[in-house]
């Protein structure tokens, strides 16, 4: 979602429901104008948290430089959310009652992403440090731009509602969006708009294309021998890795289009010369539902239909 989209979107949910208020149409406009007179602060802030390129769980200067913008702004700030040493919301109330508008955006970057900023081919700033591989730096410009620029029409305009920011703490692990769920972040909010890089500034809304994800660690266990001398005595935990990867490669034919999983080798022995005792391999699965996932219950039966020519 772009920055007049999130500014016009926000008008919408907030804005339209007052009735002492300008028509809708206008304050989008206004709205977008409001966006527009913080470019700059939109700039910096990309640009900032482009810098930090901090890792999963480890956003530490980016949640320090946004809560520090949002709190100079008049938002009330509240850290360590569920359990999260970089977790917060910062909320803004106009009033009593209104809606409760959520607008999140995920800051964490992904390993090795490091990049100089400004070129358009593969160069890292630093070689092999984290960085926003992924846009991850973009969202909060973007949505702290546009509460402030709505944040300034409802004060004028005297319309009641709450704007509640929140981060997505290690997306790329999956973790920090569920946590806050389960520890009711959002119980009372009344809409959620969400700021993630995209294709053409395309803006979408009800039910997600996307997929949810599992993630889960696979830990074989062997026995350890010298690769050289007694290889015999040896049980490869490597090769447990290995067999389960291309069994998956094979199954990979027979999942729908809309499934996706991938893996790594996070651990795959000591060294050459020691036959593998411990290997592990790190899988993500995602589909849109967990029915969807669920594997096929056919036959695998030879089908008495001969196969076209």
């Known amino acids: ?13 907030l ?12 304050l989008k406009k206004q709205a977008i104008a409001g966006v527009e ?14 810098s930090f390129g901090e890792l999963a769980f480890h956003e530490v200067e980016t949640s320090a430089y946004i809560t520090k913008i949002l709190e100079e702004n008049g938002f009330t700030i509240r850290r360590g959310v569920a359990g999260l040493p970089t977790g917060w919301t910062a909320t803004w109330t106009n009033g009593q009652g209104g809606p409760v508008v959520a607008i999140g955006t995920d800051i ?17 700033q630093v070689e092999g440090a984290p960085g926003h591989g992924e846009g991850h730096n973009s969202g909060n410009a973007v949505n702290v731009v546009a509460a402030l ?59 997600t294309t996307g997929t949810g994800l599992v993630s889960v660690e696979y830990t074989f266990q062997g026995a ?11 049980r490869s935990a490597l090769d447990g890795v ?28 000591d060294q050459p010369n020691v036959v593998p005792q411990v290997a592990k391999v790190w899988y993500y699965f ?6 969807a996932s669920r594997p096929s219950t056919r036959s695998a039966t030879a089908s008495p239909t001969a196969p076209p020519p």
């Not at 804005?15 to 206008?26: F, M, Y």
């Not at 350890?224 to 040896?234: I, K, L, Q, T």
Request: glycine share 10%; hydrophobic share 40%; no cysteine.
């Open 1 to 13: 979602m772009n920055l007049k989209s999130s500014a016009t979107v926000l008008a919408a949910l």
């Open 15 to 26: 804005l339209g429901t007052a009735a002492q208020a300008a028509p809708l149409p206008v």
């Open 37 to 50: 007179a913080r470019a700059k602060l939109a700039q910096q802030m990309n640009d900032k948290i482009f």
């Open 108 to 124: 964490d970057g992904i390993p090795k992403a490091s990049q100089t900023p400004g070129i358009p081919w593969r160069q890292p």
């Open 149 to 207: 620029a709505v944040k300034e029409l409802m004060i004028r305009d005297g319309i009641r509602g709450t704007l509640m920011l929140w981060p997505g703490v290690a997306e790329e692990l999956l973790a920090g969006k569920a946590y806050m769920v389960r520890d009711g972040v959002f119980k009372d909010v009344d809409a959620v708009i969400f700021t993630h890089v995209g294709d053409n500034l395309a803006t979408a809304w009800g039910p």
């Open 224 to 234: 350890s021998a010298h690769s050289a001398g007694r290889p015999w005595m040896g």
């Open 242 to 269: 290995s067999l389960m990867n291309i069994g998956w490669e094979f199954r990979r034919e027979h999942i729908r289009p809309e499934q996706r999983s991938h893996y790594v080798v996070t651990d795959g022995g």
């Open 286 to 291: 995602r589909n849109r539902t967990s029915k």
